[in-house]
């Protein structure tokens, strides 16, 4: 897919970004044109490929469709397995949110959300729930036109049944 100076795009674990240049570089002894992004949220600038655009993950960002289907998933209450290491779902978590799949984020969000509910997480899922919680704001905020804090404001919404264990 090629994307145009001003499009916006979602860069995988670090959000959405501008394109904000397409140039011509040298680059490990071959010119190659790349992609210069900038990460709205962090103000972080990244260099990509043009021709390893997809192998990055590098993606539109969603539309109201994939809206609807990632309010879908937050809303599932499925019961998440807590019988492993919190090592191994931190793992298999992170894996999830470098795919940079919103429905994907959406579901490391749901579990830890729901998981939080029924026992502390340890120091490192607190964090990536927290940072799940961030990229997909992020994301709908921009799809959507709106704020990121009514993007969370909405999210948070999709919990209201459950009722999260005080952190100690």
Do not use: C
């Amino acid at each position: 897919m090629m994307f145009r100076i001003g499009d916006k795009v979602v860069y995988p674990g670090h959000g959405v970004g501008e394109v904000v240049a397409i140039e011509s570089r040298e680059m490990m002894g071959s010119r190659m044109d790349v992609y210069v992004l900038r990460i709205l949220d962090k103000g972080m600038t990244i260099i990509v490929p043009v021709a390893k655009s997809d192998e990055v993950g590098l993606r539109e960002v969603m539309g109201g469709e994939e809206i609807d289907r990632v309010f879908h998933v937050l809303r599932e209450r499925k019961r998440v397995s807590d019988g492993q290491t919190w090592n191994r779902r931190f793992r298999a978590y992170s894996e999830k949110i470098r795919t940079g799949s919103a429905l994907e984020i959406a579901k490391v969000l749901r579990d830890l959300y729901l998981l939080r509910a029924g026992k502390s997480l340890s120091y490192g899922e607190k964090r990536m729930l927290n940072t799940a919680m961030e990229l997909l704001a992020q994301e709908i905020a921009v799809a959507s036109g709106e704020p990121p804090q009514r993007a969370e404001a909405r999210i948070l919404s999709a919990f209201s049944d459950v009722s999260a264990k005080p952190e100690g």
